[in-house]
């Protein structure tokens, strides 16, 4: 395993892209490094170059733009889960970010960490992906933006190239309609443990008393987040009343494919939390649209 070499700390995302294509695959971000510390002591990865970007100015704030909530990518989970303007905006988010791991954990891990890292169950990344969020890249061919939910690969890998790109903002639109967001979790016990089922929803309405739009989001029960397509399109349309709730929720746990896990249990009883946990987020957040 090689040693690193060098630490250093970029002032702006340009000069952090600059040293990335100069270290030519040597060099990895870093922020919270909670997963980064730990795949380097594994013997996973093994960079010469570390590049901390936790202070780079552009990427540590939240604000609203226009119609959009823009969170810099160094915020950290602890930092979300505390800020006023998510807790009132997207609740689901702010309660994700607040299950994250344990109060150390969640004083150092980022929300770009987390995407990138790829976990299938990560707490914070549920809720960003029915809430719709957007990640902004930048590497040495320029800019883009990508829905968040295209960014996971598999289990652990992601599209964004850590020696290559940085994540500098996440972008999630807000509804000029009512809507209404949750995000509900359970785990074997209170502290840093993994979740058996996590799941996020949100629903918009119609003006009219109907569900416009839903997004149902559940981990782990795929290698990805995984949508429960089905249950989103038979509620679009319907007035958000309890049997009709109920039904989408049985929807969405027959869509779900958890595997057998000696550490989340059975699929099938996975697939009984989803159907569970589904129903009290949709009849939570439904209560917004009233």
């Known amino acids: 395993m090689k040693k690193v070499e060098k630490y250093l700390f970029p002032k702006n995302v340009e000069e952090c892209v600059s ?13 919270g490094a909670t997963d980064l510390t730990l795949w380097i002591k594994e013997g996973k990865v093994s960079p010469s170059v570390l590049i901390d970007v936790s202070n780079i100015p552009e990427m540590r704030s939240v604000e609203v733009e226009g119609d959009t909530l823009v969170i810099g990518s160094a915020m950290t989970h602890a930092e979300i889960a505390a800020d006023k303007t998510v807790k009132k905006l997207f609740p689901a988010l702010s309660a994700g970010c607040l299950s994250v791991g344990s ?8 929300l770009a960490g987390n995407i990138v890292s790829a976990q299938p169950a990560a707490d914070s990344v549920v809720p960003m992906a029915a809430l719709g969020a957007s990640c902004e890249i930048v590497g040495v061919d320029g800019k883009s933006v990508k829905p968040l939910c295209e960014l ?10 850590p020696t290559k790109e940085i994540m500098t903002k996440i972008y999630i639109d807000i509804p000029k309609c009512k809507y209404g967001t949750s995000f509900k ?9 993994l979740p058996v089922v996590n799941v996020a929803v949100m629903l918009k309405g119609d003006g009219a008393g109907k569900i416009s739009e839903a997004r149902i989001v559940a981990s782990p029960v795929a290698v990805v987040p995984f949508r429960a397509k089905k249950a989103e399109d038979f509620l679009c349309g319907k007035a958000p009343l309890a049997d009709t709730l109920k039904e989408a929720a049985e929807m969405a746990g027959d869509e779900a494919s958890p ?26 957040a439904a209560s917004a649209l009233a």
Do not use: H, W
Request: hydrophobic content about 40%.
């Open 185 to 193: 979790r359970i785990a074997q016990r209170e502290a840093m443990a």
């Open 19 to 31: 040293l990335l294509a100069q270290y030519k695959g040597e060099a990895r971000l870093v922020s």
């Open 259 to 284: 595997r057998d896990s000696l550490q989340r249990g059975s699929g099938a009883y996975r697939k009984a939390l989803v159907k569970n946990l589904v129903e009290q987020a949709l009849v939570e």
């Open 152 to 161: 996971s690969k598999t289990v652990g890998v992601s599209y964004v190239d």
């Open 103 to 110: 109060p150390q954990i969640r004083n150092l891990g980022t």
